[in-house]
């Protein structure tokens, strides 16, 4: 079982910045990927970033450039800085991670995680 808490979540104005922490607990070492996903309201969840065992980092098309996710010792926290934040960044932001292994191509793809938080949410104002 692994636990995973979102915080850093706020309102901000475009072009800011924000960032993003997930406390994990539990059995981390059983995980692969990790992973930031984003849902805004009407839309179907986004994968944002992920992150491998291997350091590995694969990004969604629309945050690269703007978004670095990195990982925490003993992967036990997850974290994402935002920057040149746009309206369209605006969802509940949620961590997740995968407790099988996954190729990069498919490590944005909400349905190969297990383990979700419960999302912090990101709202940006022109």
């Known amino acids: 079982q692994v636990d995973l808490v979102e915080s850093g979540g706020g309102s901000v104005q475009a072009g800011g910045s924000l960032s993003l922490a997930c406390a994990a607990s539990g059995d981390t070492w059983a995980t692969y990927y990790m992973a930031w996903f984003r849902q805004a309201p009407g839309k179907e969840r986004e994968g944002v970033a992920a992150?491998?065992?291997?350091?590995?980092?694969v990004y969604g098309d629309s945050v690269k450039g703007r978004f670095i996710i990195s990982q925490g010792h003993a992967k036990n926290g997850l974290y994402l800085q935002m920057n040149s934040l746009k309206r369209e960044d605006t969802a509940l932001y949620y961590c997740?991670?995968?407790?099988?292994?996954?190729?990069?191509?498919?490590?944005?793809?909400?349905?190969?995680?297990?383990?979700w938080g419960q999302g912090t949410q990101v709202t940006v104002s022109s």
């Open positions: 992150i491998g065992n291997d350091g590995r980092v």
């Open positions: 997740a991670a995968a407790r099988v292994a996954l190729t990069p191509i498919r490590s944005l793809e909400a349905d190969r995680y297990y383990y």
